[in-house]
C-alpha cells in the first residue's frame, strides 16, 4: 500500500513536470520566433516561413509573393524625437499592417525598420493591391507626435527561377529603388 502510494506520487509528480516543460518549451518557441518590440514574426520566423512557401511552390506551383518595406526617413524620427518614440512608431506600424493584411499572410520585421510579408497563394497583381492598402493605412495612420510616416516597398511574385537568396534580394533591390526614385511608393 505504501508502495502503491508513492508510485501514485511520483507517477503525478512526473505527469505535472512534463505539463510544465510542455509549457516551458512553447513559450521557448515563441521567444525565439517573435520579434520582442513588435510581437511580430523576427527574421527567424520569416526565413522559416519562406522556405516553406518555396517547398509548396516545388511541388504544387502555388503562386506566392513577398515584399519588403523600410520606414522612410526613419533615422530622422530617432534623431528628431528618440528611440522611444522611434518604437512606438515600429510598433504601431506593426499594429497598421496585421489590421490591414488577409488573414494568410505573415508579416515579420526583418531588421531595424524593415518588415517583410508573405502572401502564400497571391499572383503579383493581388499581392500589388495588399502592398498597396498596406502603404495607405500607414499614411493614414495618427502616429505620435504627429509623425507623417510613410514606406518604400519592393514587391516580387516567386518565380520557378528564383531560390531564397535570390527573391530576397530582388526585393531588397526594388526596395532600395523605390527609396532612389523617391520614397513612399512600391516598385514591382
Known amino acids: 500500500m505504501i508502495s502503491e502510494a508513492i508510485e501514485q506520487l511520483t507517477e503525478n509528480a512526473l505527469i505535472h513536470k512534463n505539463v510544465e516543460l ?35 511552390f516545388d511541388r504544387h506551383k502555388t503562386p506566392f509573393s513577398i515584399f519588403m518595406f523600410d520606414v522612410d526617413h526613419f533615422k530622422r524620427v530617432n534623431d528628431t524625437f528618440g528611440h522611444d518614440l522611434g518604437d512606438q512608431v515600429l510598433v504601431d506600424i506593426a499594429r497598421v499592417v496585421r489590421s490591414t493584411i488577409r488573414r494568410t499572410d505573415t508579416l515579420g520585421r526583418w531588421g531595424g525598420e524593415e518588415f517583410i510579408l508573405i502572401c502564400p497563394e497571391t499572383e503579383l497583381n493581388t499581392a500589388h493591391n495588399v502592398a498597396e492598402k498596406v502603404c495607405s ?3 493614414q495612420h495618427a502616429f505620435p507626435a504627429n ?14 527561377s528564383h531560390t ?4 530576397l534580394a530582388e526585393i531588397d533591390q526594388k ?4 527609396k532612389q526614385n523617391g520614397r513612399n511608393r512600391i516598385e514591382i
Open 22 to 56: 510542455k509549457i516551458k518549451n512553447l513559450q521557448l518557441d515563441a521567444l525565439s520566433n517573435t520579434d520582442q518590440l513588435t510581437e511580430i514574426a523576427n527574421r527567424r520566423k520569416m526565413l522559416e516561413i519562406i522556405q516553406a512557401e518555396i517547398n509548396r
Open 164 to 167: 531564397l537568396e535570390t527573391i
Open 147 to 160: 509623425l507623417s510616416i510613410t514606406v518604400s516597398l519592393g514587391l516580387s511574385e516567386f518565380r520557378s
Open 137 to 139: 493605412a500607414i499614411r
Open 175 to 178: 526596395m532600395y529603388r523605390a
